[in-house]
């Protein structure tokens, strides 16, 4: 089935850094990829996404690319805030049998 | 915030106990989910019900029982549980399990 590796599984960056997190996914027949927030004792909430007719999708500071060739997509934030500082999933959808399937997770800490 | 709601919100319950979680959703969305998020761990899938037929239980002890009597309510029966099964129990929402699911705030269990 459909498998999605997340990393890394940590990241500490300083305030005003970029922050990049990289997913893989291996069936090439997915084709939505959005990536979740989740602060500390809140629920995980859509921040971006992806389907696979686009390369790269851009709001404000956070942006996603997408390489289906290589089979692995990214988020980048630019300038990172404190209020940066969470837990973020990707996942990825697999058109077969749809099921929507999660990362492990990245814990985003940025330090002021 | 108030378009998938769990209560309770925090849950304390000793290994003899049977308590119950409920979510409903206001979306209007056909599929509804279980997941079960331990300390500083990915979301687990536990079940996946779709037109309220479940279409996937990934592998949970019996201990949990599911329960979807319609597409805006479900439920977790919880019974003879082990401390192990202390975590955040989130429920989530989404038109197609193929694509963006809505989470609910989660029932921070703790079994004693």
């Known amino acids: 089935g459909e498998n999605v590796e997340q990393h890394p599984s940590t990241l500490s960056v300083q305030e005003g850094d970029s922050a990049v997190i990289k997913c893989t996914y291996s069936?090439?027949?997915?084709?939505?990829f959005p990536w979740y927030k989740q602060e500390l004792g809140k629920r995980p909430q859509l921040i971006i996404d992806?389907?696979?007719?686009?390369g790269e999708k851009k709001d404000q500071r956070i942006a996603v690319t997408l390489n289906k060739t290589a089979k692995h997509f990214s988020l980048h934030i630019t300038e990172t805030q404190p209020e940066d500082s969470a837990v973020y999933f990707c996942?990825?959808?697999?058109?077969?049998?749809?099921?929507?399937?999660f990362g492990q997770g990245t814990e985003l800490s940025v330090k002021p | 915030e108030t378009g998938v709601t769990q209560t309770p919100r925090h849950l304390v319950m000793g290994m003899t106990n049977k308590k119950s979680l409920k979510c409903e959703q206001h979306?209007?969305?056909?599929?509804m989910y279980w997941y079960k998020q331990s300390a500083k761990k990915p979301l687990e899938l536990m079940f996946v019900?779709?037109?309220?037929?479940?279409?996937e239980n990934n592998s949970v002890p019996s201990r949990f029982s599911p329960e979807c009597p319609n597409s805006s309510h479900l439920f977790l029966h919880l019974h003879t549980l082990q401390p192990e099964d202390s975590a955040l129990y989130l429920c989530?929402?989404?038109?197609?399990?193929?694509?963006?699911?809505?989470f609910g705030p989660g029932t921070r269990l703790t079994v004693t």
């Open positions: 069936d090439s027949a997915s084709n939505y």
């Open positions: 979306l209007g969305h056909n599929a």
């Open positions: 996942a990825a959808s697999i058109e077969q049998g749809g099921k929507l399937i």
């Open positions: 989530a929402s989404s038109q197609d399990v193929r694509y963006e699911q809505y």
């Open positions: 019900y779709n037109f309220k037929e479940q279409t």
């Open positions: 992806i389907r696979s007719n686009v």
